[in-house]
């Protein structure tokens, strides 16, 4: 039913659902929240009517004064459920299809949610009102529809019974005044409810950030998407990095990114992630009740509120998660055995990707790397310096806080070796005594003796260069050995040296010579050492004989055999080599044998005879001249090695005879060879000598065996036999002398 004093109060259009918008809201974009409602309504009749022109439970005071009952017709949707009048002086839609309009207020929800709609006059509890009908209930929720739409205000409103039995039909209930103060106090209840309660139709739909940590290797960050209505929300990544995941409170992997309205649920990002973010989108899925306007396009019947389950899909956007990959620093400094630092040490930091970083140590000893939060590390060295031995690694090591720094300290020992040199002859026999000097660069010396091994060792050290040098050899060699740019290439190398010495050799060399100083050839000599070793050997012309001689040998040298025709004896004992080539000159001295020839020269009676002449002449041609004296005598002094002719140059006067000896050698040093020569005095001048009674002292002794004895003489009596009996003597004596110088030059 119109009331058509009631058009200048109606509002001309129903009052759009208020919503927030923005990122992080606590209420979703409006253009996002149109519910999904039906697009027409169909409406019937209800169960309750109230009020006539004439009668009712309130009336509405008009501009001008006047009052009129407002006449209403319950009605209901095309799902059974009450609908409200939004304009009073229109007919009501019993019978139509009405159109989709706009969203109803909050106040619009408010009244529904308030009302008769969700509180029928049962519900004691909420209305507290004694005798309350539905009818009552629902024409008051009706009174406070228009209101709150705009066609009255509450003031307008005049709370006034009707007179009983004025209604045309009977269906209506008679009013008085108690239905009337039951009304209006539902009325007030509705309406104080609908305008001081903050319910909304909205669907607030919000995503709060609960909370960001880190756990077992991830950025946990956790959210609710927090609703005033239930259902559902899917994430939409813009981003995504390796590794991230999407799981509920449980720890629970979410499938299709669908999370439930009110639960919490994490996004986990790896902490081995670079520093960065992820983007996400929350687009709703929740069920609504929303207060719809339906309206009559010809604007013919009233329009009408409806309360309509509809499903929202709102839309968070741009939903940002930061984070910063912590990091840090890892520090190794390489030292050698004392603690100093050392350059030059290759060190590989290795993720568990497998992911490499090299870096080098300065002269600070020093290598730094850069870590990160989320991966697990080890550290190795891949190269010690340069003359060093060692190896460090350190696994497992992983980023707790962001600038956290992990300092190590890897030792190295500076590699060791040895330099070792033999000593050896020229026969590679080992040598003792030897001395060697090993030089550093910096000019630190060692110094070592061979022993008996013919070893010197020396300890050395990688990163120095050396030289090694025989500074003194053993006693009685001679020879050098140097060696420099000795460098040590690996710990515990050796470095063998051979230095050869050759035994010092020298000569012995002995002259011999005649008391005159006289070369003297044929002298045999013997040269021993303190072994027994022997050598021998015999002079030259010259008079030289040589010996080679070696050092730390004593030597005897010794004449073994004099020349032939000296005689004397040479012996030097304790003969050593000082140096090499060195030449030791010895002179030994012989005498020449000497000897004489004495000449007795008597008559036919054996009386000495004075005055004969006797010439010596040796091969030489050299003369001696000599006279026998009172007693016959003349000596001549002769030499070995010389071959003598004596022969009596003058007779003495009143004698006659001559005598010539040839081939007259000394045999021996101090050898007379005596020989008696007999002239024949003339007969006129011979005196018979008178034979004394004691033998006289200057009788010439009687010759030695050796010698050839008294040659016969020409004016000897005898008679050519015993001449030539001589002569055969003589002949056999010379032979066996030569025979006997024979197997002499043979011995030798």
């Known amino acids: 039913m119109q009331h058509t004093w009631l058009k200048n109060l109606l509002a001309t259009g ?121 009818q009552e209930a629902w024409y008051a929720s009706q009174l406070v529809s228009w209101v709150i739409s705009g066609n009255l205000s509450w003031d307008q409103l005049v709370w006034q019974a009707s007179r009983p039995g004025a209604f045309k039909d009977g269906i209506y209930a008679p009013y008085g005044q108690d239905a009337v103060n039951r009304v209006k106090a539902a009325a007030t209840l509705v309406y104080n409810n609908v305008m001081n309660q903050k319910d909304t139709a909205n669907t607030s739909f919000t995503i709060s950030a609960d909370g960001q940590t880190k756990e077992n290797g991830y950025h946990k960050y956790t959210y609710t998407v927090n609703s005033n209505q239930q259902g559902t929300a899917t994430l939409n990544f813009k981003n995504q990095v390796p590794g991230m995941k999407l799981v509920d409170a449980k720890g629970n992997a979410i499938t299709n990114n669908t999370v439930t309205v009110g639960q919490p649920f994490s996004i986990l990002v790896p902490t081995s992630t670079p520093t960065g973010n992820i983007t996400f989108d929350v687009n709703g899925n929740v069920s609504a009740i929303v207060p719809v306007v339906y309206t009559d396009a010809a604007q013919t019947y009233q329009d009408s509120l409806v309360l309509i389950a509809g499903l929202v899909k709102p839309l968070l956007a741009n939903n940002p998660a930061n984070w910063t990959r912590a990091t840090g620093k890892m520090q190794v400094h390489k030292v050698d055995q004392d603690g100093k630092s050392l350059a030059g040490a290759e060190f590989t930091l290795t993720d568990n990707n497998d992911t490499a970083t090299k870096a080098v140590t300065g002269k600070d000893g020093l290598a730094t790397f850069t870590i990160a939060e989320g991966a697990t590390y080890s550290l190795e060295e891949t190269k010690t310096p340069a003359g060093y031995t060692g190896s460090f690694k350190q696994a497992g090591i992983t980023l707790a806080n962001d600038g956290q720094v992990f300092s190590y300290t890897a030792k190295n020992t500076l590699n060791k070796g040895v330099v070792k040199v033999h000593k050896v002859d020229q026969n590679g026999k080992s040598l003792a005594g030897a001395a060697f000097t090993l030089t550093d660069d910096q000019g630190n010396q060692q110094k070592a003796t061979t022993g008996k091994d013919g070893l010197a060792s020396f300890n050395i050290v990688a990163n120095r260069t050396y030289t090694l040098e025989e500074t003194k050899s053993p006693a009685g060699y001679t020879g050098n050995f140097k060696q420099a740019g000795i460098t040590l290439a690996n710990d515990g190398q050796v470095l063998s040296y051979t230095a050869k010495n050759t035994l010092n050799k020298g000569v012995v060399k002995v002259h011999k010579v005649d008391q005159n100083g006289k070369p003297l050839a044929g002298a045999e000599f013997t040269l021993t050492d303190d072994l027994g070793n022997q050598q021998k050997a015999t002079t030259d012309k010259n008079g030289y004989a040589e010996f080679a001689i070696v050092a730390n040998r004593s030597y005897t040298l010794e004449e073994t055999k004099n020349p032939l025709g000296y005689h004397g004896t040479y012996k030097q004992a304790g003969i050593t080599l000082a140096n090499d080539g060195q030449v030791l000159e010895y002179t030994s001295k012989n005498e020449i044998n000497t000897g004489s020839i004495k000449i007795h020269k008597v008559d036919q009676f054996g009386n000495p005879v004075a005055g004969a002449e006797f010439t010596l002449t040796d091969d030489l041609g050299n003369q001696q001249k000599a006279t026998t004296d009172k007693n016959g005598y003349a000596e001549f002094a002769i030499v070995a090695n010389r071959k003598y002719s004596l022969k009596e140059t003058k007779t003495p006067e009143g004698y006659t005879g001559s005598f010539e000896q040839d081939g007259i050698t000394l045999a021996n040093d101090g050898q007379v060879i005596e020989i008696s020569a007999k002239n024949n005095k003339n007969q006129k001048n011979v005196v018979k000598p008178v034979k004394p009674t004691t033998p006289s002292s200057t009788t010439p002794a009687a010759p030695v065996a050796q010698k050839t004895g008294t040659m016969p003489q020409t004016s000897d009596s005898n008679n050519h036999v015993a001449f030539w009996l001589g002569i055969l003597l003589l002949v056999i004596g010379l032979g066996f002398g030569g025979f006997a110088y024979y197997h002499k030059r043979q011995s030798r």
């Open 14 to 134: 129903a009052v759009a659902l208020s919503l927030l918008t923005g990122g992080q809201a606590s209420q979703v974009s409006a253009a996002t929240t149109t519910p999904d409602v039906p697009s027409t309504m169909t409406f019937s009749k209800g169960d309750y009517a109230a009020n006539t022109d004439g009668a009712g439970y309130a009336m509405v005071k008009t501009p001008t004064g006047s009052l009129n009952y407002l006449i209403s017709q319950s009605y209901k949707d095309s799902d059974g459920n009450y609908a409200y009048c939004l304009e009073a002086q229109r007919e009501s839609p019993i019978g139509q299809t009405h159109e989709k309009g706009q969203l109803g207020t909050d106040a619009q929800y408010r009244l529904f949610k308030y009302g008769f709609t969700a509180h029928p006059a049962s519900d004691t509890a909420y209305w507290n009102i004694a005798g309350l009908t539905n």
